[in-house]
């Protein structure tokens, strides 16, 4: 196989948008879900979608825009949960994109402005990495606002198991039997 075509497929592979889905718990997912953000649940098939207020391992109360009013959902309800990341987490991502250019652009001017003898050289790094950070912070933000997470969650139970306990005595030996069920 030629390593061009290799190469292309490799690249046409990475340009292809795809979502990778794995199924977890509630409870693995419970900590990591944002509290006051919207959140749309996936409820019997269809979508319930609201402001989050408590995530717990046995189930979600989300503030519905629709009922002005809580609804606890219990997990074996619950099949998918899909929230908004938070915004400033792109804004950081983009000032951090945006600054580093602009920081080698101002050191450039600067130089460049010491050497035809201007005045006002000192202060061009930190202009440009203001300039260029704001708006890699504001293209990041204005990205990262349409991005939503979608977790698929694994059918099932309560997390905290019942356990029943049951002790008959034995008439054919001297003993007895113990049966623990979940």
């Known amino acids: 196989m030629r390593?061009?075509?290799v190469?292309?497929?490799a690249l046409l592979a990475?340009?292809?948008p795809f979502e990778a889905?794995?199924?977890v718990t509630l409870a693995a997912l419970a900590p990591r879900l944002p509290q006051g953000h919207?959140?749309?649940?996936t409820v019997d098939g269809h979508p319930l979608t609201g402001d989050l207020v408590r995530a717990t391992a046995d189930g979600v109360v989300i503030w519905r825009y629709d009922t002005g009013a809580n609804d606890e959902v219990p997990v074996t309800?619950?099949?998918a949960v899909t929230y908004d990341d938070p915004v400033w987490e792109g804004a950081v991502g983009g000032f951090a994109i945006g600054a580093a250019p602009g920081l080698a652009l101002g050191l450039f001017a600067r130089t460049y402005c010491h050497n035809e003898g201007?005045?006002?050289c000192d202060d061009k790094p930190y202009v440009t990495t203001a300039v260029t950070g704001a708006l890699g912070a504001l293209?990041?933000?204005v990205i990262d606002s349409e991005h939503r997470t979608t977790v698929r969650v694994a059918p099932g139970r309560p997390a905290a198991p019942t356990a029943t306990v049951a002790v008959r005595p034995d008439r054919r030996r001297p003993m007895a039997l113990v049966t623990i069920a979940f």
């Open 3 to 5: 390593p061009t075509f």
């Open 7 to 9: 190469l292309t497929a």
């Open 14 to 16: 990475c340009l292809v």
């Open 21 to 23: 889905s794995a199924q």
């Open 38 to 41: 919207r959140t749309v649940l």
């Open 77 to 79: 309800r619950l099949s």
């Open 118 to 120: 201007g005045g006002r």
């Open 139 to 141: 293209l990041g933000a």
